[in-house]
């Protein structure tokens, strides 16, 4: 599986912060046996983001696109909007999995407006923009990931139980 972590960050872009959560990232992918083929840090702009993710799946053979930061209640946090502007269809069940067991540690899980969805053949993920938060729910929505790239591949067989 080919991956491209993104990480929107208007202090991470000018270098003044250090990007732990997209760190993390591509260290939790690469424990999973996949691979990072791209990584970049931009600023909170929402055509900047929306050109970026295009331009991944448009001009790069990704599989998956995990996006960190940009997905709260501030002014510039504007990356479910870009990431809207970009996909085909909507996959609610991973944001919707993300903030249900996030809510069990901590109550600001309901301030996420974190989205997924396809455009093409690559899947699109919003993750949160901190560490704590990036790790744990990347942990709630990989096991389904790989399965959900067979299908868009149209490689996936049957899912019915017999």
Do not use: Q, W
């Not at 972590?5 to 270098?15: A, E, F, M, N, Q």
């Not at 959560?21 to 055509?47: H, Q, T």
């Amino acid at each position: 599986m080919k991956v491209a972590v993104l990480t929107i960050s208007d202090k991470g872009s000018r270098g003044e912060r250090e990007d732990e959560s997209g760190k993390i990232l591509k260290e939790m992918i690469e424990k999973n046996d996949a691979e990072v083929v791209f990584y970049e840090i931009i600023p909170d702009e929402k055509r900047l983001i929306a050109k970026e993710l295009r331009c991944l799946v448009d001009n790069e053979e990704i599989d998956l696109i995990l996006t960190t930061g940009g997905t709260g209640l501030a002014p510039r946090d504007v990356t479910p909007e870009a990431t809207l502007s970009v996909i085909d269809k909507e996959v609610p069940g991973l944001a919707e999995a993300m903030r249900a067991e996030s809510l069990k540690k901590t109550p600001n899980a309901m301030l996420s407006r974190a989205v997924s969805g396809i455009k093409g053949k690559t899947l699109i993920i919003n993750l949160p923009g901190s560490p704590k938060a990036v790790k744990e729910c990347f942990e709630v929505v990989f096991p389904a990931i790989p399965h959900g790239i067979e299908i868009l591949k149209g490689e996936g067989g049957e899912c019915a139980s017999k």
